[in-house]
Protein backbone atom coordinates (compact mmCIF):
# COMPACT_ATOMS: atom_id res chain seq x y z
CA UNK A 1 0.00 0.00 0.00
CA UNK A 2 1.77 3.82 -1.09
CA UNK A 3 2.11 5.88 2.19
CA UNK A 4 1.54 8.84 -0.09
CA UNK A 5 -0.86 11.81 1.88
CA UNK A 6 -3.82 10.63 -0.08
CA UNK A 7 -6.31 10.62 2.36
CA UNK A 8 -9.05 13.41 3.46
CA UNK A 9 -9.75 11.98 6.69
CA UNK A 10 -9.21 8.51 8.04
CA UNK A 11 -12.05 6.48 9.67
CA UNK A 12 -10.78 3.88 12.11
CA UNK A 13 -13.65 0.77 13.18
CA UNK A 14 -15.02 -1.29 10.21
CA UNK A 15 -18.38 -2.29 11.50
CA UNK A 16 -21.23 -1.39 10.39
CA UNK A 17 -21.76 2.49 10.84
CA UNK A 18 -17.88 2.54 10.21
CA UNK A 19 -18.24 1.20 6.97
CA UNK A 20 -21.18 3.11 6.19
CA UNK A 21 -19.70 6.48 6.53
CA UNK A 22 -16.74 5.51 4.93
CA UNK A 23 -19.15 4.78 1.99
CA UNK A 24 -21.27 7.88 2.74
CA UNK A 25 -17.99 9.89 2.17
CA UNK A 26 -16.68 8.12 -0.64
CA UNK A 27 -19.78 9.05 -2.45
CA UNK A 28 -19.27 12.40 -2.01
CA UNK A 29 -15.67 12.78 -3.11
CA UNK A 30 -13.30 12.30 -0.35
CA UNK A 31 -10.77 9.88 0.12
CA UNK A 32 -11.13 7.66 3.06
CA UNK A 33 -8.03 5.86 4.19
CA UNK A 34 -9.70 3.05 6.49
CA UNK A 35 -8.32 0.84 10.07
CA UNK A 36 -9.51 -1.39 12.02
CA UNK A 37 -8.08 -3.12 15.22
CA UNK A 38 -8.48 -6.50 13.51
CA UNK A 39 -6.39 -5.33 10.63
CA UNK A 40 -7.55 -8.41 8.29
CA UNK A 41 -11.03 -6.50 8.06
CA UNK A 42 -9.09 -3.49 6.33
CA UNK A 43 -8.62 -6.24 3.62
CA UNK A 44 -11.84 -7.56 4.10
CA UNK A 45 -13.57 -4.54 3.57
CA UNK A 46 -11.37 -3.31 0.88
CA UNK A 47 -11.66 -6.33 -1.90
CA UNK A 48 -15.60 -6.62 -0.95
CA UNK A 49 -17.40 -3.25 -0.07
CA UNK A 50 -14.72 -1.44 -0.95
CA UNK A 51 -13.84 -2.95 -3.95
CA UNK A 52 -13.81 0.28 -7.30
CA UNK A 53 -13.93 3.00 -5.11
CA UNK A 54 -11.15 5.60 -4.09
CA UNK A 55 -11.63 3.94 -0.43
CA UNK A 56 -7.45 3.40 0.61
CA UNK A 57 -6.48 1.59 3.91
CA UNK A 58 -3.72 1.02 6.15
CA UNK A 59 -2.38 -1.55 8.08
CA UNK A 60 -1.25 0.14 10.79
CA UNK A 61 -2.33 3.24 12.54
CA UNK A 62 1.48 4.73 11.47
CA UNK A 63 0.67 4.11 7.92
CA UNK A 64 -2.66 5.53 8.12
CA UNK A 65 -1.37 8.69 9.83
CA UNK A 66 1.09 9.13 6.57
CA UNK A 67 -1.97 8.48 4.33
CA UNK A 68 -3.27 11.96 5.59
CA UNK A 69 -3.56 15.31 4.96
CA UNK A 70 -2.84 17.75 7.10
CA UNK A 71 -4.61 18.58 9.59
CA UNK A 72 -5.05 15.18 9.78
CA UNK A 73 -8.97 14.31 10.20
CA UNK A 74 -8.96 10.53 12.38
CA UNK A 75 -13.23 9.32 12.98
CA UNK A 76 -13.31 7.09 15.73
CA UNK A 77 -16.45 4.71 14.92
CA UNK A 78 -15.92 1.49 17.85
CA UNK A 79 -17.26 0.72 20.84
CA UNK A 80 -17.86 3.47 23.64
CA UNK A 81 -15.95 3.51 26.62
CA UNK A 82 -11.93 2.17 26.89
CA UNK A 83 -11.79 1.42 23.18
CA UNK A 84 -12.17 5.05 22.37
CA UNK A 85 -9.33 5.74 24.90
CA UNK A 86 -7.38 3.26 23.76
CA UNK A 87 -7.02 4.68 20.33
CA UNK A 88 -6.09 8.06 21.64
CA UNK A 89 -3.06 6.61 23.07
CA UNK A 90 -1.74 4.95 20.04
CA UNK A 91 -2.80 8.22 18.39
CA UNK A 92 -1.06 10.77 20.20
CA UNK A 93 2.93 9.74 19.19
CA UNK A 94 1.73 9.80 15.55
CA UNK A 95 -0.24 13.47 15.52
CA UNK A 96 0.63 16.89 15.80
CA UNK A 97 -0.91 20.20 17.09
CA UNK A 98 -3.53 21.02 15.20
CA UNK A 99 -4.61 17.52 14.03
CA UNK A 100 -8.09 16.43 14.92
CA UNK A 101 -9.70 13.39 16.40
CA UNK A 102 -13.36 12.81 16.26
CA UNK A 103 -15.40 10.35 18.20
CA UNK A 104 -18.54 9.41 15.95
CA UNK A 105 -20.03 6.68 18.67
CA UNK A 106 -21.96 6.55 21.27
CA UNK A 107 -19.57 7.80 24.14
CA UNK A 108 -21.07 9.39 27.52
CA UNK A 109 -20.31 13.02 27.24
CA UNK A 110 -18.66 13.21 30.54
CA UNK A 111 -16.10 10.94 29.27
CA UNK A 112 -16.15 13.44 26.05
CA UNK A 113 -15.65 16.75 28.31
CA UNK A 114 -12.74 14.90 29.81
CA UNK A 115 -11.07 13.53 26.44
CA UNK A 116 -11.71 16.73 25.08
CA UNK A 117 -9.73 18.90 28.21
CA UNK A 118 -6.86 16.57 28.07
CA UNK A 119 -6.52 16.31 24.28
CA UNK A 120 -6.76 20.30 23.90
CA UNK A 121 -3.66 20.74 26.34
CA UNK A 122 -1.61 18.74 24.10
CA UNK A 123 -2.81 20.96 20.92
CA UNK A 124 -5.00 17.83 19.74
CA UNK A 125 -8.67 19.20 18.38
CA UNK A 126 -11.28 16.97 20.17
CA UNK A 127 -14.27 16.53 18.78
CA UNK A 128 -17.08 14.32 20.08
CA UNK A 129 -20.11 13.91 17.44
CA UNK A 130 -23.60 12.50 17.82
CA UNK A 131 -24.83 10.37 14.55
CA UNK A 132 -27.95 9.37 14.60
CA UNK A 133 -29.82 7.18 11.74
CA UNK A 134 -28.42 4.18 12.38
CA UNK A 135 -26.90 2.01 9.60
CA UNK A 136 -28.89 3.60 6.95
CA UNK A 137 -28.72 7.21 7.78
CA UNK A 138 -24.78 6.54 7.83
CA UNK A 139 -24.47 4.76 4.10
CA UNK A 140 -27.15 7.98 2.68
CA UNK A 141 -27.30 10.61 5.39
CA UNK A 142 -26.99 10.97 9.19
CA UNK A 143 -27.91 13.34 11.35
CA UNK A 144 -24.49 14.81 13.02
CA UNK A 145 -24.26 16.56 15.74
CA UNK A 146 -20.36 17.73 16.39
CA UNK A 147 -18.94 19.47 19.36
CA UNK A 148 -15.62 20.10 21.09
CA UNK A 149 -12.63 22.18 19.85
CA UNK A 150 -14.06 24.51 17.63
CA UNK A 151 -10.99 25.28 16.00
CA UNK A 152 -11.57 21.69 14.25
CA UNK A 153 -15.06 22.90 12.96
CA UNK A 154 -14.06 24.62 9.32
CA UNK A 155 -11.75 21.49 8.54
CA UNK A 156 -14.66 18.87 8.83
CA UNK A 157 -17.56 21.27 7.97
CA UNK A 158 -17.60 19.97 4.27
CA UNK A 159 -17.59 16.66 4.99
CA UNK A 160 -19.94 16.77 7.73
CA UNK A 161 -22.10 18.73 5.78
CA UNK A 162 -22.11 16.89 2.80
CA UNK A 163 -22.31 13.63 4.15
CA UNK A 164 -25.09 14.43 6.26
CA UNK A 165 -28.96 13.87 5.61
CA UNK A 166 -30.91 17.14 4.18
CA UNK A 167 -34.21 18.42 4.96
CA UNK A 168 -35.44 20.95 2.21
CA UNK A 169 -31.94 21.25 1.08
CA UNK A 170 -30.63 22.52 5.09
CA UNK A 171 -27.92 19.63 6.32
CA UNK A 172 -28.68 18.13 9.48
CA UNK A 173 -25.37 19.18 10.75
CA UNK A 174 -23.83 21.87 12.98
CA UNK A 175 -21.32 22.79 15.18
CA UNK A 176 -22.96 22.08 18.73
CA UNK A 177 -20.71 23.50 20.99
CA UNK A 178 -18.02 22.86 23.14
CA UNK A 179 -16.58 19.72 24.76
CA UNK A 180 -18.77 17.16 25.22
CA UNK A 181 -21.89 19.04 24.21
CA UNK A 182 -22.07 16.67 20.68
CA UNK A 183 -22.39 13.85 22.65
CA UNK A 184 -25.18 15.28 25.10
CA UNK A 185 -26.65 16.58 22.35
CA UNK A 186 -27.29 12.50 20.95
CA UNK A 187 -27.60 11.91 24.59
CA UNK A 188 -31.19 13.82 25.08
CA UNK A 189 -31.97 13.32 21.20
CA UNK A 190 -32.28 9.03 22.27
CA UNK A 191 -33.73 10.14 25.47
CA UNK A 192 -36.82 11.84 23.42
CA UNK A 193 -36.85 9.37 20.73
CA UNK A 194 -37.31 6.39 23.89
CA UNK A 195 -39.91 8.50 25.29
CA UNK A 196 -42.07 8.28 22.37
CA UNK A 197 -41.38 4.83 21.27
CA UNK A 198 -42.81 4.28 25.09
CA UNK A 199 -45.64 6.27 24.30
CA UNK A 200 -46.36 4.55 20.86
CA UNK A 201 -45.83 1.07 23.24
CA UNK A 202 -48.51 2.41 25.89
CA UNK A 203 -51.25 3.30 23.18
CA UNK A 204 -50.69 0.25 21.21
CA UNK A 205 -51.43 -1.51 25.02
CA UNK A 206 -54.79 0.67 25.73
CA UNK A 207 -55.64 0.50 22.26
CA UNK A 208 -55.11 -3.31 22.17
CA UNK A 209 -56.13 -4.61 25.70
CA UNK A 210 -58.83 -1.84 26.65
CA UNK A 211 -60.35 -0.78 23.30
CA UNK A 212 -59.91 -4.17 22.21
CA UNK A 213 -58.80 -3.19 18.64
CA UNK A 214 -57.34 -5.48 15.93
CA UNK A 215 -53.87 -5.06 14.97
CA UNK A 216 -55.29 -3.73 11.36
CA UNK A 217 -57.27 -1.25 13.47
CA UNK A 218 -54.54 -0.48 15.36
CA UNK A 219 -52.54 -0.01 12.07
CA UNK A 220 -55.07 2.41 10.98
CA UNK A 221 -55.28 4.76 14.16
CA UNK A 222 -51.70 4.84 13.57
CA UNK A 223 -51.90 5.91 9.80
CA UNK A 224 -54.40 8.36 10.60
CA UNK A 225 -52.24 10.07 13.57
CA UNK A 226 -49.61 10.07 10.68
CA UNK A 227 -51.70 12.72 9.00
CA UNK A 228 -52.30 14.85 11.73
CA UNK A 229 -49.29 17.24 13.93
CA UNK A 230 -48.29 13.43 15.28
CA UNK A 231 -46.36 12.65 11.97
CA UNK A 232 -43.27 10.74 12.39
CA UNK A 233 -40.70 8.40 11.50
CA UNK A 234 -41.69 5.93 14.53
CA UNK A 235 -45.60 6.37 14.73
CA UNK A 236 -45.21 5.79 10.70
CA UNK A 237 -43.33 2.53 10.84
CA UNK A 238 -45.70 1.60 13.97
CA UNK A 239 -48.83 1.04 11.64
CA UNK A 240 -46.43 -0.81 8.70
CA UNK A 241 -45.54 -3.39 12.35
CA UNK A 242 -48.71 -3.97 13.43
CA UNK A 243 -50.41 -4.90 10.00
CA UNK A 244 -47.00 -7.25 9.10
CA UNK A 245 -48.04 -10.27 9.13
CA UNK A 246 -46.26 -13.99 9.33
CA UNK A 247 -46.81 -16.67 7.11
CA UNK A 248 -49.44 -17.83 8.81
CA UNK A 249 -51.70 -14.34 8.61
CA UNK A 250 -50.73 -13.79 12.01
CA UNK A 251 -49.39 -10.18 13.42
CA UNK A 252 -45.93 -11.06 14.05
CA UNK A 253 -45.52 -7.95 16.38
CA UNK A 254 -47.17 -10.35 19.21
CA UNK A 255 -44.47 -13.27 18.41
CA UNK A 256 -41.65 -10.94 19.36
CA UNK A 257 -40.48 -11.23 23.00
CA UNK A 258 -41.26 -8.43 24.89
CA UNK A 259 -37.94 -8.75 27.12
CA UNK A 260 -35.71 -6.63 24.98
CA UNK A 261 -33.48 -3.52 26.02
CA UNK A 262 -33.84 -0.02 24.57
CA UNK A 263 -31.18 -0.76 21.61
CA UNK A 264 -32.47 -3.95 20.91
CA UNK A 265 -36.00 -3.01 20.70
CA UNK A 266 -34.58 -0.01 18.29
CA UNK A 267 -32.87 -2.30 16.51
CA UNK A 268 -36.18 -4.34 16.14
CA UNK A 269 -38.41 -1.95 15.04
CA UNK A 270 -35.60 -0.93 11.73
CA UNK A 271 -35.39 -4.65 11.02
CA UNK A 272 -39.43 -4.99 11.57
CA UNK A 273 -39.78 -1.98 8.90
CA UNK A 274 -37.26 -2.71 6.17
CA UNK A 275 -39.19 -5.96 6.34
CA UNK A 276 -42.49 -5.09 5.99
CA UNK A 277 -40.74 -2.34 3.39
CA UNK A 278 -39.56 -5.23 1.48
CA UNK A 279 -42.90 -7.06 1.53
CA UNK A 280 -45.00 -4.02 0.63
CA UNK A 281 -42.62 -3.09 -2.19
CA UNK A 282 -42.26 -6.65 -3.86
P1 LIG B 1 -19.63 -1.65 17.44
O1 LIG B 1 -20.16 -0.75 18.52
O2 LIG B 1 -20.07 -3.07 17.39
O3 LIG B 1 -18.01 -1.62 17.54
C1 LIG B 1 -17.25 -2.40 16.65
C2 LIG B 1 -15.92 -1.74 16.44
O4 LIG B 1 -15.28 -1.48 17.70
C3 LIG B 1 -14.99 -2.66 15.67
O5 LIG B 1 -14.18 -1.86 14.83
C4 LIG B 1 -14.17 -3.30 16.78
O6 LIG B 1 -12.91 -3.75 16.35
C5 LIG B 1 -13.99 -2.14 17.70
N1 LIG B 1 -13.61 -2.50 19.07
C6 LIG B 1 -14.27 -3.20 20.02
BR1 LIG B 1 -15.92 -4.01 19.79
N2 LIG B 1 -13.59 -3.32 21.16
C7 LIG B 1 -12.44 -2.66 20.93
C8 LIG B 1 -11.31 -2.41 21.74
N3 LIG B 1 -11.24 -2.82 23.01
N4 LIG B 1 -10.30 -1.70 21.20
C9 LIG B 1 -10.36 -1.27 19.92
N5 LIG B 1 -11.43 -1.46 19.10
C10 LIG B 1 -12.45 -2.15 19.61
O7 LIG B 1 -19.82 -0.99 15.98
P2 LIG B 1 -21.01 -0.12 15.36
O8 LIG B 1 -22.34 -0.71 15.61
O9 LIG B 1 -20.57 0.16 13.97
O10 LIG B 1 -20.95 1.23 16.22
C11 LIG B 1 -19.81 2.06 16.27
C12 LIG B 1 -20.10 3.19 17.25
O11 LIG B 1 -21.21 3.95 16.76
C13 LIG B 1 -20.49 2.73 18.65
O12 LIG B 1 -20.01 3.62 19.61
C14 LIG B 1 -22.00 2.76 18.62
O13 LIG B 1 -22.58 2.92 19.91
C15 LIG B 1 -22.25 3.98 17.75
N6 LIG B 1 -23.51 4.00 17.03
C16 LIG B 1 -24.04 2.87 16.50
C17 LIG B 1 -25.25 2.92 15.81
C18 LIG B 1 -25.83 1.66 15.18
O14 LIG B 1 -26.98 1.74 14.69
N7 LIG B 1 -25.10 0.54 15.14
C19 LIG B 1 -25.91 4.14 15.66
C20 LIG B 1 -25.34 5.30 16.18
C21 LIG B 1 -24.14 5.21 16.87
P3 LIG B 1 -12.70 -5.31 15.94
O15 LIG B 1 -13.28 -5.45 14.57
O16 LIG B 1 -11.25 -5.51 16.00
O17 LIG B 1 -13.46 -6.14 16.96
Known sequence: MSTEAVADIAVIGLAVMGQNLILNMNDHGFVVCAFNRTVSKVDDFLENEAKGTKIVGAHSLAEMAKKLKRPRRVMLLVKAGSAVDDFIEQLLPLLESGDIIIDGGNSEYTDTNRRAESLGKKGILYVGSGVSGGEEGARFGPSLMPGGAEAAWPHLKDIFQSISAKVDGEPC????????????????????????????????HLMKDAVGLSHDEMA?????????????????????????????????VEQIRDTAGQVIAHFLLRQMFRKCMTRLLS
Not at 177 to 203: P, R
Not at 221 to 238: G, H
Open 173 to 204: CDWVGLGGSGHFVKMVHNGIEYGDMQLICEAY
Open 220 to 252: DVFDQWNKTELDSFLVEITAGILRFKDEKGNAL
